[in-house]
């Protein structure tokens, strides 16, 4: 059994400082990813980028950007995608199969050669190159990062820590627009600096990411799936506490573990990326169901408009009327107030549930699209009229609604896609599960930003409308098809996806059922998460604790469940023993 080294953390701290810890890693990841995300904006704006080096541009009189070859700017950005496609497949494979900790400084470490190679690029070639690469590392942290964080958190506040490391994602965001809105200042702009510097500071984070992580816990469940049970143990009860109230929570917890890992190696055959995308050999654990489930809700955070406002809000403050010297200001301050509208989904996220968060946010942000696409052709049509107090006006209007659908993203859409998959993947394949969710992101977010170009030069302010029907659309979508993984544990999807039937409201029936026939699994989610005897203080013992359960089954309408004699089975637990 490998020995857990005495520099890790996990002996200094515990409970929620540990998991603090954990997610202030984490969050070096995703605000790596959203800086990445948000820098192409300004880079795509930058003279000596668009004009001498990549040459897809020329720019106008007053200094705005003409875009002559819209594919080539297109597919500079959306190559990237590709890249992290091919990133999470691989970083999902080698998550499985190697532990969380390994593929996050892979991952890393791939960042930083692929950021390397962007800073230094000299044509586009180089910059094509540069960023499938850069992709690819995105890719690999992309697909293991919110397992790392979703298995070592508790069910009942699992959405708040992925929430809180979604704020530093947009943060990511802003603090690329008003780096380069910095740099436009040094030399008028006109220089390489201009867009190199904003690229290579990506370095930063992703070289104190590599750094940092090899001195944290591996996921506990990882390890219960690889056998290495007792630093599992160990870790879990650093993370939940073993004194106290605390007593026997991580006990519960680490035995719903071994029992769901069991039952998972039982009822699956199959864990290839093809078998899970058809469900081949999953039975009764549906993989192929979750993996078009979480595909197509990523397809959908893109779809609905958040792609073209993050890598195109220029593009998109033209189109509504505003100048060019304006235009990357507005940009900056939008990209505060996303931050800081993130933080809403941190208070609320654990409270309204996945589902409920989805629901309003499409609401909203679809208002604000047609309103946005409103205000701007009235803005367009009266600044051509001459009317310029009224153009400016409802160009004001148009701006005010991009703030708005933004706003509504970060406290909604911008972490349930990307916490979804992390949550509701059987252990066996959990990190596979998650890549698919990034791979329906790569898609989403690479046949966007490809077309966006061109779509915004063929229709302007029409493309807001486009957004508005996709977010009219997630919610029948949502309503009908994803049930809701709020306080429940990692142990309990598998019974939520048991029912052969792709509906809600089957399968919550279906869930009830079998967690009546089926208490070995529950066992930290009795009483919300306690499983501590209020009146003695003393950890409750529930039928088969301590052992593997052999009659457990995902068929509700089983005539004939396996019987065992607790007395016949070798009760198996573990001390909390230090390393």
């Known amino acids: 059994m490998d020995i857990i080294p005495k520099s890790n953390v996990v002996h ?207 996921s506990p469940r990882w390890l219960v799936k690889v056998g290495r049970e007792r630093e599992a143990r160990y870790i879990l009860g650093r993370l939940r506490g073993e004194d106290g ?11 719903d573990i071994r029992n769901i890992a069991e039952l998972e190696r039982k009822t699956a055959s199959r864990s290839s990326y093809f078998a899970m995308l058809f469900g081949i050999g999953s039975g009764k654990l549906h993989t192929g169901r979750r993996v078009q489930l979480v595909i197509w809700l990523q397809i959908m955070q893109e779809w609905i408009g958040i792609a073209g406002v993050t890598i195109f809000a220029p593009t998109i403050f033209r189109t509504a009327g505003i100048s060019h010297s304006q235009v990357q200001w507005i940009s900056g301050l939008n990209t505060i107030t996303y931050t800081l509208s993130t933080l809403i989904c941190v208070f609320t996220l654990d409270k309204i549930g996945r ?38 006006g409802y160009s004001s209007g148009a701006v ?21 998959p992390a949550e509701i993947f059987p252990l066996e394949v959990r990190a596979k599960g998650n890549a698919w969710g990034v791979v329906g992101w790569s898609i989403g977010n690479g046949w966007l930003t490809l077309m966006l170009p061109i779509v915004f030069k063929a229709l302007g302010e029409k493309t807001y409308y486009i957004f508005g029907i996709a977010n009219v659309i997630t919610l029948p979508m949502v309503y009908c098809l994803y049930p809701e993984s709020n306080q429940r544990t990692l142990e ?23 967690k009546d026939q089926n208490p070995e699994l529950v066992q930290a989610a009795q009483r919300g998460h306690s499983v501590v005897d209020p009146e003695t203080g003393l950890p409750v013992t529930t039928k088969r604790q301590g052992s593997v359960s052999r009659g457990m089954s995902l068929d509700a309408n089983a005539l004939n469940r396996y019987q065992t004699d607790d007395a016949a089975v070798e009760k198996q637990t573990f001390k909390h023993e230090k390393y």
């Open 245 to 255: 109230e605390d007593m026997g929570k991580a006990e519960a917890e680490f035995q």
């Open 355 to 392: 589902r409920w968060t989805l629901y309003w946010g499409s609401i909203g942000q679809g208002i604000a699209m047609f309103l946005a696409g409103g205000f701007a052709r009235l803005g367009l049509d009266n600044a051509a009229a001459g009317n310029v107090t009224a153009a400016k």
């Open 400 to 420: 005010a609604m991009i703030f708005l659908f933004t706003a509504t993203f970060g406290a909604t859409w911008l972490t349930v896609p990307w916490l979804y």
């Open 492 to 514: 309990e999807m598998n019974l939520l996806f048991a029912s052969d039937s792709w509906w809600v409201w089957e399968c919550e029936k279906n869930f009830r059922i079998l």
């Open 12 to 218: 200094k701290l515990a409970k929620g400082k540990l998991l603090t810890a954990i997610n202030c890693v984490a969050a070096l990841s995703i605000f790596f990813f959203g800086y990445d995300q948000g820098m192409m904006g300004g880079v795509n704006t930058s003279y000596d980028y668009y004009h001498n080096k990549m040459k897809f541009g020329h720019p106008a009189e007053d200094g705005t950007p003409i875009i002559d070859d819209g594919l080539m700017q297109g597919g500079i950005v959306s190559i990237y995608y590709l890249g992290t496609l091919m990133g999470c497949l691989a970083g999902g494979w080698f998550g499985d199969r190697y532990g969380r900790i390994k593929t996050i400084a892979l991952g890393a470490a791939w960042g930083i050669f692929g950021a390397c190679l962007q800073t230094s690029a000299m044509n586009p070639t180089w910059m094509i190159l540069a960023r499938l690469i850069n992709g690819w590392g995105t890719g690999i942290l992309n697909s293991i990062v919110p397992v790392w964080a979703t298995e070592t958190a508790e069910h009942t506040s699992r959405g708040k820590f992925v929430a809180i490391e979604f704020t530093l994602n947009i943060f990511g965001v802003c603090v690329a627009y008003w780096i380069e809105y910095g740099c436009n200042f040094y030399k008028g702009g006109k220089t390489g600096f201009t867009w190199r510097f904003p690229i290579g500071f990506q370095i930063a984070p992703l070289i104190v990411l590599l750094i940092a992580v090899f001195y944290f816990p591996e």
